[in-house]
């Protein structure tokens, strides 16, 4: 059966898990998605008591309707920070924007990314691929298991290296839910390991860790979440064997998988994995 979006907006709450629509408590934290739109990874808002908290960035190019969108959720209350996964383009390129949009609000990403950022470098963040500048972007550093708290709830800092050696999931544990950015782009997609700063064998570390987590939803780069604890080990399962296999082929990808595009974060195979997440908007 295939499970899909029908709103642009994914809510979770406390009590209920993940809802359609916005009817939801005043009190109990929010988890809304922003889906990517062409190349840009998922943006995330979460809200509580506490604050307002935001959850990657997208690229530069969509970077004035992002920030319309998320106006639209906030009904003008503050954006209290930006957390970013990584440094990558398509979650980091409009962080400077969207800070700038809303008051100065701080961009936090862990400390091995701030350099790339702040000097605006189009390598290491994969812009240059994008034909695209890569705006500098003023940060503070994130360090692991650092807590965000929202009054109701909170956002911890979780080192996910693998993609990218300064890697981070934001985890919500009284929603068993976590944001992974560019290490899991899909169900059905590998993440590479070949971009800068990127490691095989931290990509298996971290998805390991995701799978001890035990979560009961998992919002990747691209895509609806995936949910359900059995449907999600299901999913680390399949990546973690295409991984291991790749170990043991001296840190290579099959030959037989096409080459991936120079925008791509991800390996895409020969045969198409299962995906029961469609995004439907």
């Given at each position: 059966m295939k499970r899909a979006t029908k709103s642009p907006y994914l809510i979770a709450t406390a009590p209920f898990g993940y809802l359609q629509g916005r009817g939801v408590s005043r009190s109990a934290v929010k988890v809304t998605r922003l889906p990517g739109i062409h190349h840009d990874g998922n943006v995330v808002l979460v809200s509580g008591k506490a604050g307002h908290v935001l959850i990657d960035a997208g690229t530069s190019w969509y970077q004035a309707l992002q920030v319309e969108r998320v106006e639209?959720?906030?009904?003008?209350?503050?954006?209290?920070?930006?957390?970013?996964?990584?440094?990558?383009?398509?979650?980091?390129?409009?962080?400077?924007?969207?800070?700038?949009?809303?008051?100065?609000?701080?961009?936090?990403?862990?400390?091995?990314?701030?350099?790339?950022?702040?000097?605006?470098?189009?390598?290491?963040?994969?812009?240059?691929?994008?034909?695209?500048?890569?705006?500098?972007?003023?940060?503070?550093?994130?360090?692991?298991?650092?807590?965000?708290?929202?009054?109701?709830?909170e956002i911890q800092a979780f080192p996910l290296p693998g993609h990218a050696s300064e890697g981070l999931g934001y985890h919500l544990p009284h929603l068993g839910t976590m944001v992974v950015g560019a290490l899991l782009p899909r169900a059905d997609r590998p993440t590479r390991w070949d971009l800068p700063g990127g490691s095989l064998v931290d990509v298996v570390a971290s998805l390991q860790t995701l799978k001890a987590l035990n979560l009961r939803s998992l919002v990747p780069l691209q895509g609806p979440a995936i949910r359900g604890k059995s449907h999600i080990r299901d999913v680390l399962d399949r990546h973690l064997s295409f991984f291991q296999t790749a170990v043991d082929n001296d840190g290579k990808a099959p030959t037989s998988w096409n080459r991936p595009a120079p925008t791509a974060l991800w390996l895409t195979p020969i045969s198409a994995w299962p995906l029961e997440e469609h995004e439907q908007v």
């Open positions: 639209g959720l906030l009904n003008g209350a503050r954006l209290d920070r930006i957390l970013l996964t990584s440094r990558r383009f398509p979650v980091s390129g409009g962080a400077a924007h969207l800070a700038e949009a809303f008051d100065g609000a701080p961009v936090h990403i862990h400390p091995e990314g701030q350099a790339s950022l702040e000097t605006g470098d189009f390598f290491t963040t994969w812009a240059s691929r994008y034909d695209s500048d890569m705006p500098r972007t003023p940060t503070s550093p994130v360090l692991p298991d650092e807590v965000f708290p929202l009054g109701d709830g």
